[in-house]
Each structure stands twice: as C-alpha cells, then as structure tokens.
C-alpha cells in the first residue's frame, strides 16, 4: 500500500514567491496533520485537520501560511510571501483514529524547502 | 521551557553496549507517550509507545514515571542500524503529538 505521499521533495525558491506543499493522505485515513522541522526548533505541528475539517491551528505562524483540505485524501500548505526564516523540512502525516490514545500517525517524506 | 526536552547528544557507543536516553515533560496533562526514530533525512517512525508498567519490545524498552514526569528509553545490545535520531514525543489533547528536539546515537563497529 502507498504511504502518505507528498510533492515536490524539493523546493528552491526566492524570498517573496508563493510555496505550495501537497500531501495525499493514506487510502482511508480522515486526519491530517502538517508539521514543520528545523534545527533550532525541532518538529513542530501547524495544522491538523479531522474529516476535513481544521481542527487546530495554533501552530501557524503567521498569515503568510494557510493549509487547505479540499477533499478527504488531499492537502496543500502554502506560503505566500515566503521568507527565508521558512526554511525547513515540512512533513505531512496522516492517521485513522480509533478513540484511543495509541492512534498511530504515518508520516510522508517530507518537503525540503530552501527559501533564498 | 520546551513543553519535552531531550538531551540532544549524540551518545557515541560501540556495537553491543547498552545504552539509555531520558527526556522530561512539562505538561501534566500529557496522556500518552511515544518513542519515535528519525533516520537522516528521513521521515519519523513509530518505534514504541510507552506505559507507565514498563513496556519492552526486543532489545527496547520504555518506562515511564509520571511522578517525575520523565520517559526512559533504553537499547541493549547496540546495532550498527540503531544510530539515528531518537525522539521522545507526548500526546496532548486529540490527537496533538508534541516532540522532543531528539537525542542522536552513533553506534561504532
């Protein structure tokens, strides 16, 4: 089975453009989740959607970042205008919770993004 | 304060050691906890959640102690293809994983 699958794995851009990252979420998860990792900070969550829905974004940092869930197995973030402070790896992860604690969550490759 | 924190090494040791990290939690409201390994430039995996009884899987096992609010993880009989990242994760609230910065193993031949 295909794992959380997520485009470009690289991306080279120039301060002020605008970023989009895309994930495909596993065949049958309902919950996304966006994380960014950096050296300094570590892994850090953005976003996370449950069915779609954004449950918790608190982890944005700013309104130059928005995520979007427009079907069940799709998500893009986007930066706009980026920064060079934005670069990082951004992972996407993906899960099908039960209810319980122990729900696993599956992470993609990862984008490395480097903003000049 | 980091809500966990983790020494971020790297531990050197040679193949066959045993070796342990610890981390620390500050949210008392954490109801789960997780070891996950990251390779370099990898994604990170689930390795192993933790009980506070103990758990052991292989040459890993996990504890922990909500009294002092810290999660152990020891390897023994060290591998060449344990040295990655290691790191020690809490979940709070629905589904939201909080991580450690990671602590690094080398293991040596």
């Known amino acids: 089975d295909a794992g959380v699958i997520q485009s470009p794995r690289h991306e080279v851009t120039e301060m002020g453009q605008e970023v989009t990252l895309r994930c495909k979420l596993i065949s049958g998860h309902n919950s996304l989740f966006w994380y960014r990792q950096t050296m300094m900070r570590g892994l850090e969550l953005l976003i996370y959607f449950n069915n779609n829905v954004p449950i918790d974004d608190s982890g944005m940092p700013e309104d130059r970042f928005s995520a979007k869930m427009p079907n069940a197995s799709f998500s893009t973030l986007k930066i706009q205008p980026s920064e060079p402070r934005d670069s990082a790896v951004y992972f996407c992860?993906?899960?099908?919770?039960?209810?319980?604690?122990?729900?696993?969550?599956?992470f993609g490759p990862g984008t490395r993004l480097t903003v000049l | 304060r980091k809500e966990v924190e983790q020494d971020p090494g790297p531990f050197n040791v040679p193949e066959g050691a045993t070796v342990a990290f610890n981390c620390t939690y500050s949210?008392?409201?954490?109801?789960?906890f997780f070891w996950y390994r990251q390779d370099c430039r990898k994604e990170p995996k689930l390795l192993m959640s933790v009980y506070s009884s103990g758990n052991e899987d292989g040459r890993f096992t996990a504890q922990l102690n909500r009294a002092s609010q810290y999660i152990s993880l020891l390897i023994r009989d060290s591998k060449l293809s344990d040295s990655a990242t290691y790191l020690c994760?809490?979940?709070?609230?629905?589904?939201?994983?909080?991580f450690g910065t990671g602590t690094r193993l080398l293991v040596s031949p």
């Open positions: 992860a993906s899960s099908l919770p039960s209810g319980g604690p122990q729900d696993t969550q599956y």
């Open positions: 994760v809490s979940l709070t609230g629905f589904q939201k994983l909080v």
């Open positions: 949210n008392s409201a954490s109801q789960s």
